[in-house]
Protein backbone atom coordinates (compact mmCIF):
# COMPACT_ATOMS: atom_id res chain seq x y z
CA UNK A 1 0.00 0.00 0.00
CA UNK A 2 0.88 3.42 -0.98
CA UNK A 3 -0.17 6.27 1.20
CA UNK A 4 -2.71 8.45 0.52
CA UNK A 5 -1.50 12.15 -0.92
CA UNK A 6 -2.06 15.01 2.04
CA UNK A 7 -2.57 18.19 0.33
CA UNK A 8 -0.79 19.84 3.43
CA UNK A 9 2.61 18.56 5.40
CA UNK A 10 5.05 21.28 7.16
CA UNK A 11 8.72 20.81 6.51
CA UNK A 12 11.19 19.06 8.93
CA UNK A 13 8.51 16.85 10.38
CA UNK A 14 8.59 13.22 10.15
CA UNK A 15 5.14 13.08 8.19
CA UNK A 16 6.43 15.42 5.91
CA UNK A 17 9.55 12.63 5.02
CA UNK A 18 7.24 9.76 5.40
CA UNK A 19 4.08 10.82 3.59
CA UNK A 20 3.13 12.10 0.19
CA UNK A 21 2.08 15.58 -0.29
CA UNK A 22 0.67 16.83 -3.30
CA UNK A 23 -1.80 20.33 -3.36
CA UNK A 24 -4.49 19.31 -5.71
CA UNK A 25 -4.35 22.77 -7.14
CA UNK A 26 -1.27 22.05 -8.78
CA UNK A 27 -3.11 19.94 -11.62
CA UNK A 28 -3.60 22.61 -14.08
CA UNK A 29 -5.93 22.94 -17.22
CA UNK A 30 -3.08 20.67 -19.18
CA UNK A 31 -0.01 20.16 -17.27
CA UNK A 32 0.93 20.15 -13.92
CA UNK A 33 2.87 23.36 -11.46
CA UNK A 34 3.21 23.17 -7.43
CA UNK A 35 5.77 24.80 -5.65
CA UNK A 36 8.98 22.36 -4.12
CA UNK A 37 8.91 21.53 -0.48
CA UNK A 38 5.48 23.93 -0.11
CA UNK A 39 3.00 22.17 -2.02
CA UNK A 40 4.44 18.67 -3.25
CA UNK A 41 7.65 16.96 -2.08
CA UNK A 42 9.38 14.04 -3.07
CA UNK A 43 6.96 11.40 -2.37
CA UNK A 44 4.33 13.25 -3.81
CA UNK A 45 6.28 13.19 -7.18
CA UNK A 46 6.84 9.16 -6.72
CA UNK A 47 2.65 9.20 -6.31
CA UNK A 48 2.66 11.21 -9.44
CA UNK A 49 4.30 9.14 -11.14
CA UNK A 50 2.59 5.71 -10.29
CA UNK A 51 -0.49 8.25 -10.60
CA UNK A 52 0.53 8.77 -14.39
CA UNK A 53 1.75 5.06 -14.87
CA UNK A 54 -1.91 3.67 -13.91
CA UNK A 55 -3.26 6.27 -16.35
CA UNK A 56 -1.55 5.23 -19.36
CA UNK A 57 -2.33 2.01 -18.93
CA UNK A 58 -5.91 3.38 -18.28
CA UNK A 59 -5.86 5.18 -21.33
CA UNK A 60 -4.72 1.31 -23.43
CA UNK A 61 -1.13 2.70 -24.25
CA UNK A 62 2.00 1.16 -24.49
CA UNK A 63 3.84 2.22 -20.95
CA UNK A 64 6.71 3.26 -22.07
CA UNK A 65 7.80 6.79 -21.59
CA UNK A 66 10.42 9.28 -22.14
CA UNK A 67 11.76 11.63 -19.86
CA UNK A 68 13.83 14.64 -19.07
CA UNK A 69 14.55 17.85 -16.60
CA UNK A 70 15.10 20.96 -16.95
CA UNK A 71 18.15 23.40 -15.76
CA UNK A 72 16.86 23.69 -11.82
CA UNK A 73 18.95 23.19 -8.68
CA UNK A 74 16.17 20.07 -7.82
CA UNK A 75 14.78 19.49 -11.15
CA UNK A 76 17.28 16.15 -11.43
CA UNK A 77 16.28 14.73 -8.03
CA UNK A 78 12.24 15.40 -8.94
CA UNK A 79 13.01 13.15 -11.64
CA UNK A 80 14.08 10.46 -9.97
CA UNK A 81 11.26 10.21 -8.10
CA UNK A 82 8.75 10.73 -10.65
CA UNK A 83 11.01 7.88 -13.01
CA UNK A 84 10.66 5.59 -9.31
CA UNK A 85 6.91 5.87 -9.53
CA UNK A 86 6.55 4.78 -13.12
CA UNK A 87 8.72 2.19 -12.56
CA UNK A 88 6.65 1.48 -9.73
CA UNK A 89 3.50 0.88 -12.39
CA UNK A 90 4.82 -1.26 -14.54
CA UNK A 91 6.64 1.57 -17.33
CA UNK A 92 10.09 1.49 -19.15
CA UNK A 93 11.35 4.41 -18.66
CA UNK A 94 13.67 6.60 -21.32
CA UNK A 95 16.10 9.34 -19.62
CA UNK A 96 17.21 11.66 -22.21
CA UNK A 97 18.87 13.63 -18.88
CA UNK A 98 19.28 17.06 -18.91
CA UNK A 99 16.75 18.74 -21.68
CA UNK A 100 14.67 21.58 -23.37
CA UNK A 101 11.14 20.23 -23.51
CA UNK A 102 11.14 20.17 -26.87
CA UNK A 103 13.90 17.72 -26.99
CA UNK A 104 11.92 15.15 -25.40
CA UNK A 105 8.58 15.42 -27.35
CA UNK A 106 11.28 14.85 -30.40
CA UNK A 107 12.68 11.62 -28.68
CA UNK A 108 9.21 10.28 -28.22
CA UNK A 109 9.40 9.73 -32.29
CA UNK A 110 13.43 9.45 -32.46
CA UNK A 111 12.96 6.50 -30.03
CA UNK A 112 9.39 5.16 -31.15
CA UNK A 113 7.76 5.60 -27.51
CA UNK A 114 4.16 6.64 -27.21
CA UNK A 115 4.34 9.01 -23.90
CA UNK A 116 6.63 11.66 -22.50
CA UNK A 117 6.67 13.31 -18.84
CA UNK A 118 8.78 16.22 -19.00
CA UNK A 119 9.61 18.07 -15.63
CA UNK A 120 10.07 21.54 -16.17
CA UNK A 121 8.85 24.38 -14.22
CA UNK A 122 9.39 26.44 -17.41
CA UNK A 123 9.54 30.34 -17.59
CA UNK A 124 8.20 29.94 -13.51
CA UNK A 125 10.09 31.49 -10.73
CA UNK A 126 12.68 29.61 -8.83
CA UNK A 127 10.96 27.24 -6.30
CA UNK A 128 8.39 26.15 -9.09
CA UNK A 129 8.58 23.07 -10.63
CA UNK A 130 6.13 20.94 -12.52
CA UNK A 131 5.64 17.73 -15.27
CA UNK A 132 4.51 17.98 -19.14
CA UNK A 133 2.95 14.89 -19.79
CA UNK A 134 1.42 13.49 -23.24
CA UNK A 135 0.27 10.04 -24.18
CA UNK A 136 -0.49 10.92 -28.10
CA UNK A 137 2.34 12.19 -29.86
CA UNK A 138 2.57 15.12 -30.56
CA UNK A 139 -0.37 15.77 -28.26
CA UNK A 140 0.15 16.80 -24.83
CA UNK A 141 -2.82 16.27 -21.66
CA UNK A 142 -5.83 18.73 -21.97
CA UNK A 143 -8.26 18.97 -18.78
CA UNK A 144 -9.43 15.44 -19.48
CA UNK A 145 -6.50 13.63 -18.81
CA UNK A 146 -5.67 15.95 -15.96
CA UNK A 147 -8.92 15.66 -14.22
CA UNK A 148 -8.07 11.78 -14.63
CA UNK A 149 -4.62 11.76 -13.53
CA UNK A 150 -5.65 14.36 -10.29
CA UNK A 151 -8.14 11.11 -9.27
CA UNK A 152 -5.69 8.65 -9.92
CA UNK A 153 -3.08 10.38 -7.54
CA UNK A 154 -5.41 11.62 -5.01
CA UNK A 155 -6.92 8.62 -4.36
CA UNK A 156 -4.06 6.78 -4.44
CA UNK A 157 -5.82 4.19 -6.91
CA UNK A 158 -2.07 3.12 -8.62
CA UNK A 159 -2.59 -0.20 -8.84
CA UNK A 160 0.73 -0.66 -9.32
CA UNK A 161 2.75 -3.97 -11.04
CA UNK A 162 5.84 -5.86 -11.57
CA UNK A 163 7.83 -5.03 -15.31
CA UNK A 164 9.02 -1.25 -14.98
CA UNK A 165 12.84 -0.79 -16.75
CA UNK A 166 14.95 1.69 -17.21
CA UNK A 167 17.46 3.10 -19.34
CA UNK A 168 19.40 6.17 -19.77
CA UNK A 169 20.29 7.33 -23.65
CA UNK A 170 23.45 9.16 -22.69
CA UNK A 171 24.64 12.21 -25.04
CA UNK A 172 21.03 12.34 -26.24
CA UNK A 173 21.04 16.44 -27.26
CA UNK A 174 23.56 15.81 -30.06
CA UNK A 175 20.67 13.12 -32.10
CA UNK A 176 18.31 16.54 -31.30
CA UNK A 177 20.84 18.89 -32.23
CA UNK A 178 21.60 16.36 -35.69
CA UNK A 179 18.15 16.34 -36.82
CA UNK A 180 17.39 20.19 -36.21
CA UNK A 181 20.15 21.11 -38.20
CA UNK A 182 20.14 18.41 -41.17
CA UNK A 183 19.00 20.95 -43.58
CA UNK A 184 20.75 23.42 -46.81
CA UNK A 185 22.75 26.56 -44.93
CA UNK A 186 21.25 29.76 -44.87
CA UNK A 187 22.47 32.16 -47.56
CA UNK A 188 22.20 34.98 -46.07
CA UNK A 189 24.62 35.62 -43.23
CA UNK A 190 22.83 36.54 -40.10
CA UNK A 191 24.40 37.92 -37.06
CA UNK A 192 21.86 36.86 -34.54
CA UNK A 193 21.43 37.20 -30.14
CA UNK A 194 20.68 34.48 -28.56
CA UNK A 195 19.53 34.57 -25.57
CA UNK A 196 18.77 32.03 -22.91
CA UNK A 197 18.25 33.90 -19.48
CA UNK A 198 21.09 31.29 -18.36
CA UNK A 199 18.04 28.68 -18.61
CA UNK A 200 18.41 24.73 -20.49
CA UNK A 201 18.04 26.40 -23.89
CA UNK A 202 21.73 27.41 -23.07
CA UNK A 203 23.08 24.08 -23.65
CA UNK A 204 21.85 23.96 -26.79
CA UNK A 205 20.93 26.94 -28.70
CA UNK A 206 23.55 28.63 -29.67
CA UNK A 207 25.48 25.58 -31.86
CA UNK A 208 21.86 25.36 -33.12
CA UNK A 209 22.32 28.68 -34.60
CA UNK A 210 25.56 28.67 -35.95
CA UNK A 211 24.76 25.10 -37.77
CA UNK A 212 22.62 26.52 -40.15
CA UNK A 213 24.86 29.21 -40.50
CA UNK A 214 24.29 32.63 -38.03
CA UNK A 215 27.20 34.21 -36.68
CA UNK A 216 25.65 33.34 -33.02
CA UNK A 217 26.49 36.71 -30.24
CA UNK A 218 25.34 34.34 -26.73
CA UNK A 219 23.72 36.38 -24.57
CA UNK A 220 23.69 34.26 -20.49
CA UNK A 221 23.44 31.45 -22.47
CA UNK A 222 25.70 30.04 -18.85
CA UNK A 223 23.89 27.33 -17.17
CA UNK A 224 22.86 28.89 -13.74
CA UNK A 225 19.86 27.96 -12.15
CA UNK A 226 19.69 30.82 -9.37
CA UNK A 227 18.32 32.71 -12.68
CA UNK A 228 21.02 35.94 -11.64
CA UNK A 229 20.26 38.25 -14.47
CA UNK A 230 16.10 37.63 -14.74
CA UNK A 231 13.59 34.67 -15.57
CA UNK A 232 14.10 33.36 -18.63
CA UNK A 233 10.61 34.51 -20.26
CA UNK A 234 10.74 35.99 -23.22
CA UNK A 235 7.44 37.91 -22.88
CA UNK A 236 9.06 39.78 -20.03
CA UNK A 237 10.04 42.82 -20.92
CA UNK A 238 13.25 42.94 -18.43
CA UNK A 239 14.63 39.96 -20.91
CA UNK A 240 13.64 41.71 -23.95
CA UNK A 241 15.43 44.59 -22.93
CA UNK A 242 18.43 43.03 -22.31
CA UNK A 243 18.11 41.43 -25.86
CA UNK A 244 17.55 44.89 -27.24
CA UNK A 245 20.91 46.16 -25.81
CA UNK A 246 23.09 43.42 -26.98
CA UNK A 247 21.40 43.36 -30.61
CA UNK A 248 22.20 46.94 -30.95
CA UNK A 249 25.40 47.09 -29.18
CA UNK A 250 26.59 44.39 -31.75
CA UNK A 251 24.35 45.61 -34.56
CA UNK A 252 22.63 42.02 -35.15
CA UNK A 253 20.34 41.16 -37.36
CA UNK A 254 17.70 39.93 -35.19
CA UNK A 255 17.59 39.27 -31.31
CA UNK A 256 16.37 35.56 -30.61
CA UNK A 257 15.23 34.79 -26.88
CA UNK A 258 13.95 31.07 -25.31
CA UNK A 259 12.22 30.31 -22.11
CA UNK A 260 13.11 28.42 -19.29
CA UNK A 261 12.53 24.95 -21.29
CA UNK A 262 13.14 26.06 -24.48
CA UNK A 263 9.65 25.76 -26.28
CA UNK A 264 9.10 29.37 -26.72
CA UNK A 265 11.04 32.15 -28.68
CA UNK A 266 11.03 35.95 -28.05
CA UNK A 267 12.33 38.25 -31.20
CA UNK A 268 13.61 41.82 -30.99
CA UNK A 269 14.15 43.49 -34.74
CA UNK A 270 17.36 44.79 -35.64
CA UNK A 271 16.43 48.44 -34.09
CA UNK A 272 16.19 46.47 -30.80
CA UNK A 273 12.16 47.11 -31.00
CA UNK A 274 10.72 44.12 -29.36
CA UNK A 275 8.37 42.12 -31.74
CA UNK A 276 5.64 40.46 -29.45
CA UNK A 277 4.99 36.72 -30.74
CA UNK A 278 1.97 37.39 -32.56
CA UNK A 279 3.00 40.09 -34.70
CA UNK A 280 5.66 36.99 -35.38
CA UNK A 281 3.24 34.85 -36.09
CA UNK A 282 1.77 37.32 -38.47
CA UNK A 283 5.40 37.39 -40.47
CA UNK A 284 5.50 33.84 -40.38
CA UNK A 285 2.27 33.23 -42.08
CA UNK A 286 2.96 35.71 -44.46
CA UNK A 287 6.35 33.98 -45.17
CA UNK A 288 4.67 30.20 -45.02
CA UNK A 289 1.51 31.31 -46.94
CA UNK A 290 3.36 32.33 -49.83
CA UNK A 291 5.02 29.46 -50.31
CA UNK A 292 1.99 26.92 -49.54
CA UNK A 293 -1.36 28.24 -51.25
CA UNK A 294 -4.75 28.45 -48.78
CA UNK A 295 -2.52 27.59 -45.98
CA UNK A 296 -4.34 27.00 -43.12
CA UNK A 297 -3.66 28.30 -39.69
CA UNK A 298 -4.80 28.70 -35.93
CA UNK A 299 -4.07 31.47 -33.33
CA UNK A 300 -4.96 32.37 -29.62
CA UNK A 301 -7.22 34.23 -28.54
CA UNK A 302 -4.73 36.53 -27.10
CA UNK A 303 -3.27 37.07 -30.64
CA UNK A 304 -3.84 39.83 -32.87
CA UNK A 305 -6.79 40.65 -35.17
CA UNK A 306 -4.39 40.82 -38.11
CA UNK A 307 -4.54 37.17 -39.04
CA UNK A 308 -7.97 37.55 -39.96
CA UNK A 309 -7.92 41.35 -41.81
CA UNK A 310 -4.10 41.63 -43.23
CA UNK A 311 -4.44 41.87 -46.68
CA UNK A 312 -1.49 39.90 -47.98
CA UNK A 313 -2.78 36.77 -45.75
CA UNK A 314 -5.97 37.17 -47.41
CA UNK A 315 -4.05 37.87 -51.07
CA UNK A 316 -2.73 34.42 -50.53
CA UNK A 317 -6.11 32.63 -49.38
CA UNK A 318 -4.54 31.90 -45.72
CA UNK A 319 -7.29 30.97 -43.38
CA UNK A 320 -7.00 31.33 -39.39
CA UNK A 321 -9.32 30.09 -36.77
CA UNK A 322 -9.38 31.49 -33.12
CA UNK A 323 -9.16 29.01 -30.42
CA UNK A 324 -8.75 28.84 -26.61
CA UNK A 325 -4.93 29.83 -25.34
CA UNK A 326 -2.61 27.00 -23.73
CA UNK A 327 0.10 24.79 -25.42
CA UNK A 328 -1.98 21.73 -25.47
CA UNK A 329 -5.26 23.07 -26.81
CA UNK A 330 -3.52 24.73 -29.38
CA UNK A 331 -1.08 21.84 -30.22
CA UNK A 332 -4.61 19.48 -30.18
CA UNK A 333 -6.36 22.15 -32.31
CA UNK A 334 -3.95 22.69 -35.17
CA UNK A 335 -3.14 19.01 -35.04
CA UNK A 336 -7.08 18.20 -35.86
CA UNK A 337 -7.20 21.00 -38.30
CA UNK A 338 -3.89 19.63 -39.90
CA UNK A 339 -3.11 22.82 -40.09
CA UNK A 340 0.42 24.06 -41.27
CA UNK A 341 1.08 26.40 -38.09
CA UNK A 342 -0.54 26.93 -35.07
CA UNK A 343 0.38 30.54 -33.29
CA UNK A 344 0.37 31.40 -29.72
CA UNK A 345 0.75 34.90 -28.13
CA UNK A 346 3.06 33.95 -25.47
CA UNK A 347 5.35 32.04 -28.11
CA UNK A 348 4.46 28.73 -28.30
CA UNK A 349 4.54 27.98 -32.00
CA UNK A 350 3.57 24.77 -33.44
CA UNK A 351 4.27 24.02 -37.11
CA UNK A 352 3.46 20.85 -39.07
CA UNK A 353 5.20 18.99 -42.07
CA UNK A 354 7.15 20.53 -43.74
CA UNK A 355 8.27 22.78 -40.91
CA UNK A 356 8.34 20.28 -37.98
CA UNK A 357 5.80 17.37 -36.29
CA UNK A 358 3.43 19.25 -34.79
CA UNK A 359 4.79 20.17 -31.12
CA UNK A 360 6.41 23.43 -29.93
CA UNK A 361 10.10 23.63 -30.57
CA UNK A 362 11.70 27.33 -29.74
CA UNK A 363 14.45 25.88 -31.88
CA UNK A 364 12.28 24.99 -34.71
CA UNK A 365 10.84 28.80 -34.24
CA UNK A 366 14.41 30.23 -34.48
CA UNK A 367 14.93 28.53 -37.26
CA UNK A 368 11.83 29.83 -39.00
CA UNK A 369 12.20 33.19 -38.41
CA UNK A 370 15.88 32.94 -39.77
CA UNK A 371 14.86 30.94 -42.72
CA UNK A 372 12.32 33.96 -43.22
CA UNK A 373 14.50 36.41 -43.55
CA UNK A 374 16.93 34.23 -45.67
CA UNK A 375 13.44 34.49 -47.87
CA UNK A 376 13.93 38.18 -48.17
CA UNK A 377 16.83 39.52 -49.37
CA UNK A 378 17.67 43.06 -48.91
CA UNK A 379 15.04 43.10 -46.00
CA UNK A 380 15.40 43.53 -42.37
CA UNK A 381 13.26 42.18 -39.53
CA UNK A 382 12.39 45.74 -38.70
CA UNK A 383 11.45 45.95 -42.58
CA UNK A 384 8.95 42.66 -42.40
CA UNK A 385 7.39 43.88 -38.95
CA UNK A 386 7.22 47.64 -40.71
CA UNK A 387 4.91 46.05 -43.76
CA UNK A 388 2.24 44.85 -41.72
CA UNK A 389 -0.94 47.02 -40.81
CA UNK A 390 -0.08 48.94 -37.42
CA UNK A 391 -1.95 48.03 -34.41
CA UNK A 392 -0.96 49.42 -31.39
CA UNK A 393 -0.84 46.17 -28.45
CA UNK A 394 -0.39 45.67 -25.17
CA UNK A 395 2.44 43.08 -23.25
CA UNK A 396 0.55 39.81 -21.89
CA UNK A 397 -0.30 41.41 -18.44
CA UNK A 398 -0.98 39.49 -15.10
CA UNK A 399 -2.72 40.83 -12.05
CA UNK A 400 -2.36 38.27 -9.17
CA UNK A 401 -5.50 35.90 -8.47
CA UNK A 402 -5.62 33.12 -6.46
CA UNK A 403 -5.75 29.87 -8.17
CA UNK A 404 -8.76 28.81 -5.68
CA UNK A 405 -10.61 32.12 -7.32
CA UNK A 406 -9.27 33.07 -10.34
CA UNK A 407 -11.85 30.80 -12.60
CA UNK A 408 -14.65 31.86 -10.68
CA UNK A 409 -13.61 35.77 -11.11
CA UNK A 410 -13.18 35.13 -15.17
CA UNK A 411 -16.60 33.94 -15.32
CA UNK A 412 -17.92 36.77 -13.39
CA UNK A 413 -16.07 38.91 -16.15
CA UNK A 414 -17.54 36.96 -18.73
CA UNK A 415 -21.86 37.35 -17.36
CA UNK A 416 -20.68 41.00 -17.16
CA UNK A 417 -19.63 41.39 -20.62
CA UNK A 418 -22.60 39.34 -21.81
CA UNK A 419 -24.76 41.08 -19.66
CA UNK A 420 -23.66 44.82 -21.20
CA UNK A 421 -23.74 43.30 -24.87
CA UNK A 422 -27.46 42.32 -24.11
CA UNK A 423 -28.40 45.79 -22.38
CA UNK A 424 -26.63 47.11 -25.82
CA UNK A 425 -24.28 48.92 -23.58
CA UNK A 426 -20.96 51.11 -24.79
CA UNK A 427 -18.09 51.04 -23.83
CA UNK A 428 -15.53 53.95 -24.25
CA UNK A 429 -18.40 55.45 -26.55
CA UNK A 430 -18.49 51.99 -28.75
CA UNK A 431 -21.01 49.17 -29.43
CA UNK A 432 -19.62 45.83 -28.67
CA UNK A 433 -19.31 44.12 -31.68
CA UNK A 434 -18.19 40.54 -30.95
CA UNK A 435 -17.70 38.21 -27.46
CA UNK A 436 -15.34 35.59 -28.03
CA UNK A 437 -16.15 33.56 -25.00
CA UNK A 438 -13.98 30.38 -25.71
CA UNK A 439 -11.44 30.78 -22.87
CA UNK A 440 -12.43 33.89 -20.63
CA UNK A 441 -13.77 36.70 -22.66
CA UNK A 442 -12.18 38.77 -25.72
CA UNK A 443 -14.59 41.79 -26.51
CA UNK A 444 -14.68 43.08 -29.76
CA UNK A 445 -16.11 47.24 -30.33
CA UNK A 446 -16.57 48.78 -33.42
CA UNK A 447 -13.74 50.03 -34.14
CA UNK A 448 -11.82 47.20 -33.45
CA UNK A 449 -10.63 47.86 -30.86
CA UNK A 450 -10.67 44.69 -28.46
CA UNK A 451 -9.50 43.80 -24.38
CA UNK A 452 -9.30 40.19 -22.70
CA UNK A 453 -9.82 38.78 -19.73
CA UNK A 454 -8.65 34.58 -18.91
CA UNK A 455 -7.86 32.76 -16.12
CA UNK A 456 -3.77 31.90 -16.69
CA UNK A 457 -3.57 27.78 -16.56
CA UNK A 458 -0.32 27.82 -14.75
CA UNK A 459 0.38 29.91 -11.96
CA UNK A 460 -2.26 32.17 -9.76
CA UNK A 461 -2.87 34.75 -12.25
CA UNK A 462 -5.27 36.38 -14.51
CA UNK A 463 -4.22 37.34 -18.15
CA UNK A 464 -5.34 40.46 -20.04
CA UNK A 465 -4.59 41.33 -23.27
CA UNK A 466 -5.69 44.88 -24.73
CA UNK A 467 -4.79 46.12 -28.86
CA UNK A 468 -6.49 48.83 -31.29
CA UNK A 469 -5.91 48.85 -34.89
CA UNK A 470 -6.80 52.75 -34.30
CA UNK A 471 -3.92 54.70 -32.28
CA UNK A 472 -2.25 53.57 -28.52
CA UNK A 473 -5.14 56.42 -26.82
CA UNK A 474 -7.62 53.48 -27.86
CA UNK A 475 -5.80 50.53 -26.99
CA UNK A 476 -5.30 52.33 -23.56
CA UNK A 477 -8.93 53.44 -23.41
CA UNK A 478 -9.66 49.22 -24.00
CA UNK A 479 -7.12 49.25 -20.69
CA UNK A 480 -9.02 50.93 -18.53
CA UNK A 481 -12.18 49.76 -19.71
CA UNK A 482 -10.87 45.70 -18.83
CA UNK A 483 -9.26 47.33 -16.09
CA UNK A 484 -12.43 49.02 -14.38
CA UNK A 485 -13.98 46.09 -14.44
CA UNK A 486 -11.16 43.99 -12.88
CA UNK A 487 -11.10 46.68 -9.90
CA UNK A 488 -14.08 45.85 -8.97
CA UNK A 489 -13.08 42.95 -7.65
CA UNK A 490 -10.84 42.82 -4.65
CA UNK A 491 -9.55 39.49 -5.53
CA UNK A 492 -7.76 40.65 -8.18
CA UNK A 493 -4.18 42.17 -7.28
CA UNK A 494 -1.60 44.07 -8.55
CA UNK A 495 0.15 43.57 -12.09
CA UNK A 496 3.37 41.78 -13.30
CA UNK A 497 3.54 45.01 -15.43
CA UNK A 498 1.65 47.57 -17.08
CA UNK A 499 0.97 49.39 -21.01
Given at each position: MFPTPKPVLLPNTYAF????????????????????????????????????????????????????HDFRGY????????????????????DIGLAVTPMAYFAQFDLDVPCVAMVTASHNDNGWTGVKMGANRPLTFGPDEMTRLKEIVLGASFGNKAGGAYQFHENYPARYIADLTNRAKLKRKLKVVAACGNGTAGAFAPQVLDAIGCEVIPLDTELDHTFPKYNPNPEDMEMLHAIRDAVLQHKADVGLGFDGDGDRCGVVDNTGEEIFADKVGVMLARDM?????????????KSTGLFITDPILQKQGAKTAYWKTGHSY????????????????????????????????????????????????????????????????????????????????????VKHFEGLQKQGAKIGGQAIRDLVTVNGVRVTVEDGSWGLVRASSNKPELVVVVESPVSEQRMRDMFETVDGVLRTHPEVGEYNQKI
Open positions: ESEPMVKPTGFREYDARWLFGKEINLMGVQALGMGLGALIAELGVKQEIVTGSASIKYALISGLMAAGCKVHSAIHKDAQFVVDVMKRRTNELNALAGFEKSGHFFFNTPFGRGYDDGLVSAIAICEMLDRAPGKSMADLKNALPKTWSSPTMSPHCADEAKYGMVDAV
